[in-house]
């Protein structure tokens, strides 16, 4: 027997047209942003980039590695995770004195593959309206477009996310066909959960709720020899998960003299967020340099000293910092770190080297990320609230959408926000119009056609409400609380 053809209908060939104008964009994007200098983190990352391919140069003349070289740039302050720098190295291996300009287009090349697989897989799992859907939000954002050119990590973090979510849904598709998930397609989701918090350290809340939902998952819904061969498949998937992270927390630690998961950054951001920066030093740091390189070079200074680990003197000085941090002062800090977000999300257009001719561009595209800006948080807001009480697919999409854009907003409450993170949302974003579309279209049949009887008496199905309406709750809860106790 044949296998079901893959047939194009007219929406498939709307969605070509609009993944066909976010190829465009990012053309014009990169038009205007090729020759722009790195710009903060993006030098880090270029950094790294570089050590990494002159120590594979090194392997591959079997000669000494510089690990100095390695510590310093690809660890350094252990700020970063290193995807960004991994996805760039291949770049620097053919070309070691690669240009700006092709930074940018091999950035632009990259991202825009990245994208356009996205797309795909929302495609290939949940149809093609959800497809133009994600095509549309963020595909058509002109400020995300040039985020696909830089080498920060937040778009291309967002996008494997995205990947991550539809992976999960496909195995919750397996279980609720009475089928238990195979090592390999486990392992196959925690490889792309791992590249995701390679991209970005921000990930992990998210990640970590996801493993536990899979994890009670298998112990849910199988018995005997299934729930032991399911509980197999989850603990490959850690293993895959944990082995993959293992070589860059090994590294980072050695290198930094004290325990590192992922980045170092939290002491830091959590004193400069929510505590006196007048006493992040035990007293006021140098004037001479930033809120953010000042402390690390005190501390290092007083390990050496005292022969401690510069991670611990962070620990204690950030604790110091915030001694005097209150509820009513945290919960004012994070509503405020949370009007970050909303605040100018076209602000890193301003990076680019326009000329006079390109302005009435940089003003466009300032007014169309505006507006969809204003779309995509009218999303995440419904995508937080809606509880659905349908089919099992369905719940699982909204309850797995809930779970990664909650995570990614747990950033604000322990890490200074800004007008670059809202990125790695965006794609999300773009994933949850797609089920919420598909949602109203499934209700408006079923209003045509409804079907005889009510929903099934499904404990399955309880729990995933359930466990909707307690995230929804949640989101209205520290919401408000925080307005009350600020």
């Known amino acids: 027997m044949r296998p079901p053809r893959f047939r194009i209908g007219r929406a ?33 990352y270029l950094d790294a980039a570089r050590s990494l391919s002159n120590a594979l140069r090194d392997l591959g003349s079997f000669g000494p590695v510089d690990g100095a070289d390695l510590e310093r740039n690809v660890v350094g302050n252990g700020w970063f995770m290193p995807g960004m720098s991994l996805l760039l190295t291949p770049l620097f291996l053919v070309l070691p004195d690669a240009s700006m300009e092709s930074v940018r287009g091999y950035l632009g090349l990259v991202s825009t593959a990245l994208f356009l697989y996205a797309a795909w897989q929302v495609r290939r799992v949940l149809g093609p309206a959800a497809a133009l859907c994600f095509a549309v939000l963020p595909g058509l954002i002109p400020a995300f477009a040039l985020f696909g050119v830089a080498a920060w990590g937040d778009l291309n973090a967002g996008l494997v996310l995205v990947v991550v979510l539809l992976r999960a849904v ?15 397609q486990v392992a196959g989701l925690a490889g792309w959960a791992v590249a995701a918090l390679y991209l970005r350290s921000s990930m992990m809340p998210a990640l970590v709720t996801l493993g536990l939902l899979a994890g ?18 989850v603990l490959a998937g850690v293993v895959v998960f944990v082995s993959v992270l293992l070589p860059w927390s090994l590294l980072a630690s050695a290198s930094l003299g004290g325990r590192v998961v992922t980045t170092t950054s939290v002491p830091l951001a959590l004193a400069n967020t929510f505590g006196d920066r007048d006493e992040f030093c035990f007293g006021p740091c140098d004037p001479a340099g930033t809120i953010w390189f000042n402390p690390v070079q005190y501390s290092r200074e007083v390990a050496r000293a005292t022969g401690r680990s510069e991670l611990e003197i962070q620990e204690q000085m950030s604790a110091y910092a915030r001694r005097d941090v209150t509820l009513h002062s945290y919960a004012g800090d994070v509503l405020e770190n949370l009007e970050r977000y909303r605040t100018d999300p076209a602000f890193y257009l301003d990076y680019l080297p326009y000329d006079k001719e390109a302005d009435r561009f940089e003003e466009e595209s300032r007014d169309v990320t505006d507006r969809f800006f204003t779309l995509g948080t009218i999303v995440v807001v419904l995508a937080l609230l809606l509880v659905s009480r349908g089919p099992r697919d369905r719940q699982v999409q909204v309850l797995l959408v809930k779970v990664a854009l909650g995570g990614l907003l747990f950033q604000p409450f322990v890490h200074m926000a800004g007008s670059r993170y809202w990125t790695t949302a965006a794609a999300v974003a773009g994933l949850a119009l797609g089920v919420l579309v598909t949602w109203g279209l499934d209700l408006l049949r079923e209003l045509r056609r409804p079907r005889p009887g009510g929903p099934p008496d499904d404990t399955g199905l309880r729990v995933l409400t359930l466990l909707q309406a307690l995230l929804a709750v949640g989101a209205v809860g520290a919401l408000a609380g925080l307005h009350l106790l600020a």
């Open 170 to 184: 496909e195995l919750a598709r397996v279980v609720a066909a009475g089928s238990v998930p195979t090592v390999r």
């Open 12 to 44: 498939d060939w709307v969605l070509v047209v609009l993944l066909g104008a976010h190829v465009l964009l990012q053309v014009l994007m990169f038009r205007h942003s090729s020759g722009a200098d790195p710009v903060g983190d993006e030098k880090a």
């Open 216 to 233: 009670a998952t298998a112990l849910w819904a199988f018995r005997g020899r299934e729930r032991r061969r399911a509980v197999l498949a």
